[in-house]
C-alpha cells in the first residue's frame, strides 16, 4: 500500500522558518507530481507549490519568495522550506503526489496533514 507520510510543521513565531517533509512510502512505478496544499481554518484548500511534470515549480503568489518546494528523487520525499513566516501562512499543510502503480494506473494521494501555527 502506497502512502504518504509527513513530518515537520509546529508553532513558530513570525519570521521564522519550518521544513515540512513528506515521503512516499510503498510500492510504485513511478511518482508524476508531488505538491503541498493547505487549508486554513474556514477557507478552501489551496495548492501552495508543485512541481510539474516537466521539472518547473508552481507558487502561490503569497509565498513566492519565502517557501521552497523540493524533491529528492532518490529518497521518495518533497520537502517545502518556509521562511519569513507570516501568521496569514496559519494552516494545516497536507502533502500531495499523484503517482503510476505497478498495474500502470494513477493514483491520487493524499498525507494526513500537518498544523503550521505562526504567532505574531
Known amino acids: 500500500q502506497v502512502q504518504l507520510v509527513e513530518s515537520g510543521g509546529g508553532l513558530v513565531q513570525a519570521g521564522g522558518s519550518l521544513r515540512l517533509s513528506c515521503l512516499v512510502s510503498g510500492n510504485l512505478f513511478r511518482i508524476n507530481t508531488m505538491g503541498w496544499y493547505r487549508q486554513a481554518p474556514g477557507k478552501q484548500r489551496e495548492l501552495v507549490a508543485a512541481l510539474t511534470t516537466d521539472g518547473g515549480t508552481n507558487y502561490l503568489d503569497s509565498v513566492k519568495g519565502r517557501f521552497t518546494i523540493s524533491r529528492d528523487n532518490a529518497k521518495n520525499t518533497v520537502s517545502l522550506q518556509m521562511n519569513s513566516l507570516k501568521p496569514e501562512d496559519t494552516a494545516v499543510y497536507y502533502c500531495?503526489?499523484?503517482?503510476?502503480?505497478?498495474?500502470?494506473?494513477?493514483?491520487?494521494?493524499w498525507g494526513q496533514g500537518t498544523l503550521v501555527t505562526v504567532s505574531s
Open positions: 500531495n503526489a499523484d503517482i503510476l502503480t505497478f498495474l500502470k494506473t494513477n493514483l491520487e494521494l
